[in-house]
């Protein structure tokens, strides 16, 4: 029971994330100091993209999948049955993989233009 409870925490974590991800540029657009958590975990997923390697929360859940029961009649819990459905889309690892970085190039294109807002406004500033 405990290792399905922390085996929700994990994947609702694993959601967060990828929500963060996803979206973390429009909370950058307002609190400048959260850019640079989103722009390491964009570099992060990038790495993990290129590397052709899993999030490490993913082995997390694969790991305290296993030391609960697996013989269960429910495998596992409403949590990680349907949250599973919209991490591990049902998609060719290819296309995901393209995806993220597709989206990651967007995000530091959005940060460069961003900062070269910042830097052409800073001047105006000062006078």
């Given at each position: 029971?405990?290792?399905?409870?922390?085996?929700?925490?994990?994947?609702?974590?694993?959601?967060?994330?990828?929500?963060?991800?996803?979206?973390?540029?429009l909370?950058?657009?307002?609190?400048f100091?959260?850019?640079?958590i989103?722009?390491?975990?964009?570099?992060?997923?990038?790495?993990?993209?290129?590397g052709g390697?899993?999030?490490p929360?993913?082995?997390?859940?694969?790991?305290?999948?296993?030391?609960?029961?697996?013989?269960?009649?429910?495998?596992?819990s409403?949590?990680?049955?349907?949250?599973?459905?919209?991490?591990?889309?049902?998609?060719?690892?290819?296309?995901?993989?393209?995806?993220?970085?597709?989206?990651?190039?967007?995000?530091?294109?959005?940060?460069?233009?961003?900062?070269?807002?910042r830097?052409v406004?800073?001047?105006?500033?000062?006078?």
């Amino acid at each position: 029971m405990v290792y399905q409870l922390l085996s929700d925490f994990v994947i609702l974590l694993h959601l967060l994330w990828i929500i963060f991800i996803l979206f973390g540029f429009l909370l950058a657009l307002k609190y400048f100091k959260v850019s640079f958590i989103h722009m390491a975990g964009l570099v992060f997923t990038l790495v993990l993209n290129l590397g052709g390697w899993y999030c490490p929360l993913t082995h997390v859940e694969n790991y305290l999948h296993g030391l609960y029961d697996p013989q269960l009649l429910y495998g596992g819990s409403f949590i990680t049955n349907n949250l599973q459905k919209v991490i591990y889309l049902d998609l060719d690892e290819v296309y995901l993989r393209i995806g993220a970085i597709a989206w990651v190039g967007l995000n530091m294109g959005g940060y460069a233009l961003l900062l070269r807002r910042r830097r052409v406004a800073a001047p105006k500033l000062n006078k």
